[in-house]
DNA sequence: TATTGTTATACTCTATAACTATA
DNA sequence: TATAGTTATAGAGTATAACAATA
């Protein structure tokens, strides 16, 4: 409850000072997640980044105005959208993730090989009890 | 930069799902600081939570509206606010404090024990780490 | 003149609810 | 009738810039 908001600081302090292209942290986590999963449509994209429907609409549109992201309806099921990355939405994302992973570096840096280890572990952990967690929580309720 | 967005979605979706009193992520920041700072003015929430002081100064306006804060102007210097908690204010956040922690335990439950006292001792070291950050001149004892 | 805090303005994120389009 | 997505509306958080009050 009191480190991780700190750390978020930190990721949000970074973004902020180094532009990050003007990509808010949704926004960053939206292409991260449709680089790896080109062609997810909008549901999954919400599932993903834990918000509704309604929100990665919102977000999805933002990125989509500003080229991107590119939206193509499916043939098969017109009521899905397919979502991928545009080139400049790939080379935005590589950039800015460039600039935040070299800072939290930087801090991560400041640490003992120890300690360093240590926080890797901690964080494998973390995410195999909190990646799936939204699964269900978000599902059921809509 | 995967992991700490995730748990800060399991923190912020607790929250919502069990009320919280109403307190978003920001505002049970404020109510922690001020609870451990009784008397603390404005400027010295803004660099605890980290945000501008005219953020600060939103957040704690929407707290003392809803009487969960009180402000007063110190008496030496009146550009000063002293802030502190009202009796509502702490027994709403012992309340928040408890769902949420609870929560969050269930979840660290899950791991391991050997697990548990990695998270425990990776969470100190990035504490160390990006704690001090945010005021690298303000070494008060407190 | 410097410092503390507030207000004005503008933007993003977020939710819920109502709506459209498709199946 | 059910599902995917959008839009409308509202509220909170955030910043910068301009302002007020105090020292």
Do not use: W
Not at 53 to 78: C, F, G, Q, Y
Not at 80 to 91: D, E, F, H, N, T
Not at 124 to 132: E, N, Q, T, V, Y
Request: glycine fraction near 4%.
């Amino acid at each position: 409850m009191e480190v991780v908001p700190l750390v978020m600081r930190h990721i949000r302090s970074e973004m902020r000072t180094h532009r990050m292209r003007g990509l808010s942290l949704p926004q960053f986590r939206t292409l991260i997640f449709l680089n790896r999963n080109e062609g997810a449509c909008l549901s999954q994209v919400a599932e993903h980044v834990g918000v509704t429907l309604a929100s990665a609409s919102k977000v999805v549109n933002a990125l989509a105005e500003r080229r991107l992201v590119i939206r193509m309806t499916l043939r098969n099921d017109r009521r899905y959208v397919s979502l991928k990355l545009s080139k400049l939405g790939i080379a935005t994302l590589i950039r800015a993730r460039e600039d935040t992973e070299a800072h939290l570096a930087e801090r991560i840096t400041e640490l003992s090989p120890e300690q360093q280890v240590t926080v890797f572990a901690a964080l494998l952990a973390l995410r195999g009890s909190f990646a799936d967690q939204q699964a269900p929580s978000n599902e059921k309720e809509r």
